[in-house]
């Protein structure tokens, strides 16, 4: 299943299926992109960043997609387990600016057993 | 990896009375630490920038005599919510880049600090 993070803040997977959470950022001079993965009650913990010179990165049954000319990017999750419930932000960033996070709305992802 | 620990993990307070929120990176320096906060249901919010030996940059909106922070040392930034007030109940979670990091290297996140004002 699909997100769009800014209108569609929840989703629902089954176990063993893809999910592809969306993110529009807003900073056109940002060039560097973080997912990070927050369980209840619990810090974000990092999942996989991109780079604006790149267009896709892959990690263990993750996959980050970043389209800079619509300003959007994408979280693929492959193979969902019932631990990958949680809520996944994207944050961007300026290599050469300050080093603030800016932090999307969130998307909680749920994977039905 | 990088551990960020924060401390108390949960805290109820009176209002009025002010609550101390610490911060250490475990296994690595950092010159600079973010607090954040986080309402349910709602994405993190930066309020400060916490530099270590200098005074700490706030966001537009965020009252600094009120969440006074201090970074005394390379591993260790506090977050004072004084008089607090039901309205500061929230999700305080601290993060942190490693000195020696290139840029743009992740940071890493605290487990955050429950506050709940009565």
């Known amino acids: 299943g699909e997100s769009v993070g800014l209108h569609l803040p929840t989703l629902s997977v089954q176990e063993g299926d893809n999910s592809i959470i969306n993110c529009a950022y807003s900073n056109s001079a940002s060039d560097y992109f973080i997912w990070y993965k927050q369980e209840s009650g619990k810090g974000p913990q990092f999942i996989i960043d991109i780079r604006s010179n790149m267009d896709k990165r892959q990690g263990q049954r993750v996959t980050v997609l970043l389209n800079k000319t619509v300003k959007h990017l994408s979280l693929q999750i492959a193979a969902t387990q019932p631990g990958d419930s949680a809520v996944y932000f994207c944050a961007e960033n300026r290599r050469f600016g300050n080093e603030k996070l800016t932090f999307g709305t969130g998307t909680r992802l749920t994977i039905i057993p | 990896g990088a551990v960020v620990s924060q401390h108390p993990s949960w805290v109820i307070c009176k209002s009025g009375t002010s609550v101390k929120i610490e911060c250490r990176s475990l296994d690595f320096q950092a010159t600079t630490m973010f607090w954040y906060r986080q309402f349910p249901k709602q994405s993190l919010m930066l309020m400060a920038t916490?530099?270590?030996?200098?005074?700490?940059?706030?966001e537009q909106g965020v009252e600094k005599d009120k969440f006074l922070i201090n970074h005394a040392s390379l591993t260790l930034s506090t977050l004072t919510v004084t008089s607090a007030h039901p309205e500061d109940s929230s999700f305080y979670i601290c993060?942190?880049?490693?000195?020696?990091?290139?840029?743009?290297?992740?940071?890493?996140f605290g487990n955050g600090t429950r506050l709940t004002v009565t």
């Open positions: 916490s530099n270590e030996g200098s005074k700490a940059t706030y």
């Open positions: 993060s942190a880049r490693e000195l020696q990091g290139a840029n743009n290297s992740p940071l890493h």
